[in-house]
């Protein structure tokens, strides 16, 4: 089934999401349970790890947040292997066409966001064929300093907010009501034993990598901005 991102205008990333108000949540939680990645760490409950999630757009790109219930937060060491610890993994296939057969993968975009050592990260894990850029001239692989990032923990919640605008970051993306594109997201979790099982938009018992045909559709609607 669809999900739907509100126009909400202007939105200052630094993890209050004073400018989400309005928009369309989507709760994750017991029924939303990722690929198990180790059988001896199980999940516990909506205190263990649940989560809300909105998408926002305006047309200067596309906004994710996601609020985590998470009592125990445990990152990774570096921002390249944080999918190992407490993060957040986002895909999206701009085009919208992956299929099983045929996963059309040039366009899909994947960013793995962290809180390491007090810092957020948006690494780019997955880009668009031939947008090269940064200083090496890349196309992925890289802590992407054109994604405004902001991670902050208290207690035991985990705010995300992210910020892709669209030309550095998102050149395959329509930006304009009732367009769409293909979405996903992975929120990690690690208690400090290991990475064990998350959420997910992908079917119960699978994950979005690889599997670009697994994406939801992302729809974008009129909001605050229109």
Same mark, same amino acid.
Do not use: M, N
């Given at each position: 089934r669809p999900l739907f991102a509100k126009a909400l205008g202007n939105i200052i990333v630094d993890g209050n999401l004073n400018?989400?108000?309005g928009a369309e949540w989507v709760e994750l939680g017991e029924n939303n349970l990722s690929k198990n990645f180790n059988a001896n760490l199980r999940h516990q409950?909506?205190?263990d790890l649940s989560a809300k999630l909105a998408v926002a757009w305006s047309p200067q790109g596309l906004a994710v947040a996601v609020v985590v219930t998470d009592d125990? &937060?445990?990152?990774?060491?570096?921002?390249?292997?944080?999918?190992?610890?407490?993060?957040?993994?986002?895909?999206l296939d701009p085009l919208n066409d992956a299929t099983a057969e045929n996963a059309n993968r040039q366009d899909d975009v994947e960013y793995l966001c962290s809180l390491i050592g007090g810092e957020s990260y948006a690494w780019l894990a997955k880009g668009v064929e031939g947008n090269y850029r940064g200083n090496a001239n890349q196309v992925e692989g890289f802590r992407d300093v054109d994604a405004s990032c902001k991670i902050v923990r208290t207690g035991t919640t985990t705010v995300y907010e992210?910020?892709?605008p &669209?030309?550095?970051?998102?050149?395959?993306?329509e930006l304009s009501p009732d367009a769409a594109c293909g979405f996903s997201i992975l929120i990690n979790d690690d208690d400090g034993d290991g990475r064990k099982v998350g959420l997910t938009l992908a079917p119960p018992g699978t994950e979005p990598y690889g599997a670009p045909h697994l994406q939801r559709d992302l729809i974008l609607v009129k909001g605050t901005e229109e």
């Open positions: 400018e989400w108000v409950g909506a205190l125990r &937060h445990h990152t990774a060491e570096a921002p390249a292997l944080a999918w190992q610890g407490d993060s957040i993994q986002i895909y992210l910020f892709l &669209h030309k550095p970051c998102l050149p395959g993306v």
